[in-house]
């Protein structure tokens, strides 16, 4: 039984997380804590694990107080740049048995199609991305679309893809997408849907598609539980939950 | 049986049409006219419809001896105007009994995903197009996708559907698509396509997704010969297959 | 403004109507009545229309009420047999400008899916049907692809559509489906899905594709708005909210 | 400029392979050996590797002769059991730096599929596999989609998947599939379709979607030339593409 404290549990994801952490087999939730509580509750709780979904405020104060008290920690509080991640890496030194994990995202469906896009599209003359969400969404196209094409953009090059075949001579202005590091990526805005991503990839005579379907924000709880349950054994920093996950 | 003759017979297309008229039920190929053969051979085979998939060029001339002799035309050479639509319906006046199809689209599938696209709009907040064709193709978006927007749009206008939903402040250009006739039109360049649409209808808690993928030019022989079949009963100018077909 | 009662306003799927029509345009929530309410405050609010999600147990009593004093009703009670429905119609006699709406399926994208698979059949030599639910579902296939392939063996059967190909001589039990009424359909049940539904047709050389998804329980919502909408000019019986929608 | 022979060269896909080879990069076609040819052409010819499409009656002679002469071999020949295998790696003790590759699948879109089904379903509850063929196809469900259950139900016995969700007390015969390893999979046959899978993947919250689609016979082509270019590296038998393709 890994013994696990939540911070931010008052919060919408944290008191799902709770909720994950209570129904899990080998997760047991000794300590939640809120804004008004006081965070040294997790180690008169004895917490072994503690995650974090807080505010950028004031998740560098609760990672400080983790690592020092050898508490592991699970994060998808956002706002890590260099910098944090540099303070983090010297706390984590005085504190060697220590880990932290920083993940920009738990849907382990969403860190598989960037992971099987990247592989794939070595393999493929044409690669686009077609992403669809709900229409109250104000970025187009979404974070995940533009990591996706990064992803597959870097796997191109380095296998020395040449540009995509596009024989488009007429068009209207944006029929072709948004182009993001040479991939063309395509958002829709729909109502009823909530967060979906599709990767198409050609080559002769056959496409290879691979689509994400996000129909409930209840989906990053396996992905937290399994940065939980592999955190005591990666110490220091990690960043990205797919270092977790077994994907070869 | 319908005595069906082929004009263009030699042509890529025309000598499919040949397969299929031989092929289907209730009609017999008398007569395969290419662009050396002789015209009269049509009357001569005894004729009741032409299929004419020549050129814009030497349509007119076939078009005005069918009609002289009183023999129905199914159509899909393109390049017909205004002003040649009215010079086929005066040479029509003097032959009354006589029927001429004109169709830009021949594949009963995007014409069926035409008609429940505009009939389904008004019931949702929300319609967007997909594309997908091969990358050689020249213009994007594809014609069937810039009619479809057109039709969606005329449906969503006539019930007053307001603007649809779209909170996106901050988008790279081209995120979200080309704007025809105020539906968003996306299209795909992908090596091992033909040629594939999406329509995507959505409201509170549901979508509808309308597809059509054409995978062999082949798919164009069932509306040749659906036309071929109900020409006779069709007197005049018909523009557009979906006249003949039961979509009610 | 349709004042409109709301019977069963209590439960589940009652207080998401009362929302809904509170949130419409030119509707107005009145009286919200449970099961532990007096249904004369129907009269006293002065309700238009009433929308009953009740139980079958209740329901006749509830539509008698409505039927004496005038009130129109859209019903999404199930339970309903020839027997009740003969009933409802002597009611009705009585009371002539009244009317009364009997839906199994208030989503309105299920009704265009089912709708378009029919009118779509006749044209496909081949037609089935997938369908796809939570793994808590105890039905397989589902009422609604049973109730598709009722719809488009129909349709075929009135064209004469010759037996679909097939040349399958191995296959592992249960790999082409159920056969309902000759159309095969095949059922997932997998985790993270709601309730969603693909009819694919196909012919020479294209397939047409129509999906339904329903992603949440609010989408009955709109086709209830519909049926409220609707009812005050359709006096006496109708049963299906698709003879209140312009399909055609 | 690797030299390439082709055994089968008067055949289908042995034709496909001639105009491939000659058509791509780094590869030159140095034979074109039919049935009526003789094998010793291909030394004369000076042949480095030789692809080999024929028929499993003379596939053992023609490897013989191959591996006795140093050329590697790629082969689509069907018909491989423990025997034949065990005969080639006896012959090619003898001739330690040639190569063979057996492979039943040349389509990277299909290997891909299978592996990313493999690596993805121990992340999730439930797995189900969805395979569409053209209507003359004999057998259901087709080889690939049983392969790809196996390799399923092989990675979720390797991490102790439970059983997956299935409430279903109700079903008609077959609604729910064939079971294969304790994966349902279910088959259509739809005229128009060529070759088509989706492995759908669920758990709380999400899905994840993995769809092939073969359009055309030339979808074999890459493959085979990227047998061709890495059987030089690979010394001795390999059974299944997959081991030369870069996957992690």
């Not at 000794?30 to 694990?49: F, N, Q």
């Not at 493929?124 to 597959?152: F, Q």
């Not at 209840?218 to 996950?245: K, N």
């Amino acid at each position: 039984m890994i013994k696990v404290g939540v911070l931010g549990a008052a919060g919408k994801v944290g008191s799902e997380i709770c909720t994950a952490v209570e129904a899990a087999e080998g997760t047991e939730l000794v300590a939640r804590v809120g804004s008004d509580d006081d965070i040294t509750d997790l180690v008169t709780a004895g917490a072994e694990v503690v995650v974090d979904f807080t505010h950028p405020d004031v998740v560098m104060d609760n990672l400080e107080f983790c690592i020092d008290h050898g508490i592991h920690a699970v994060v998808g509080t956002t706002g890590f740049d260099e910098g944090r991640l540099a303070q983090l890496r010297s706390w984590l030194e005085l504190s060697p048995g220590t880990g932290v994990l920083i993940a920009p995202n738990f849907s382990i469906g969403a860190i598989l199609m960037m992971r099987f896009a990247a592989v794939a599209a070595p393999f493929y003359e044409s690669v686009e991305i077609v992403e669809l969400h709900h229409p109250t969404k104000a970025d187009a196209p979404s974070g995940t679309a533009r990591r996706t094409a990064e992803l597959i953009a870097a796997a191109r090059r380095e296998v020395g893809s040449p540009p995509m075949p596009d024989a488009t001579s007429t068009a209207l202005d944006g029929a072709r997408g948004a182009v993001v590091d040479g991939v063309p990526v395509h958002a829709l805005r729909i109502r009823g849907l909530v967060a979906h991503q599709e990767v198409v990839l050609g080559g002769p005579g056959e496409t290879l598609t691979i689509r994400h379907d996000s129909l409930d924000r209840a989906s990053f709880a396996p992905g937290v539980l399994a940065g939980v349950r592999a955190i005591g054994q990666h110490p220091g920093l990690t960043v990205g939950l797919e270092h977790f996950l077994d994907l070869d």
